[in-house]
């Protein structure tokens, strides 16, 4: 980018495949994926979406895939296994569901002022998944 030339963005089949890591479970943040995939930074990229409102929409969608994949591990995590009550599992899986409770959070404030989250997005309750979590024993 000479000059202060704006990045002229990625492929399209690029921003597919960063899309479909981002959505579909990759544990990395967009930020890390943006640098391994197209080989800029988050605010180049960010920058970039921004002059391109189809893109950025593209990427609100994959967020919400996103949003909905953490509904569905936060309710697998709050039924959890049976059988299985170690302090360890236990401790793990609050862990779990408080980091995904914290990015859905994010992912509300994130996007609120775009348009209306449903945070019921596959229609568990969240309610019943937050309770679930603070039924989890504290650590001392």
Known sequence: MPNGTPWEGPTEEQYADLL???????????????????????????????RNPEKDEQFYQAYKVKAELYMDQMQEIADGPEGEDSTLRQNRDKIRLEFREKWLKAFDKNWANKQQVDMNLTGVDTAVLLDALKKLPQTP
């Open 20 to 50: 479909d890591a981002y959505a579909h479970g990759s544990r990395s943040s967009i930020v890390k994926l943006v640098k391994e995939h197209l080989g800029v930074s988050y605010m180049v990229f960010f920058r970039w979406r921004k």
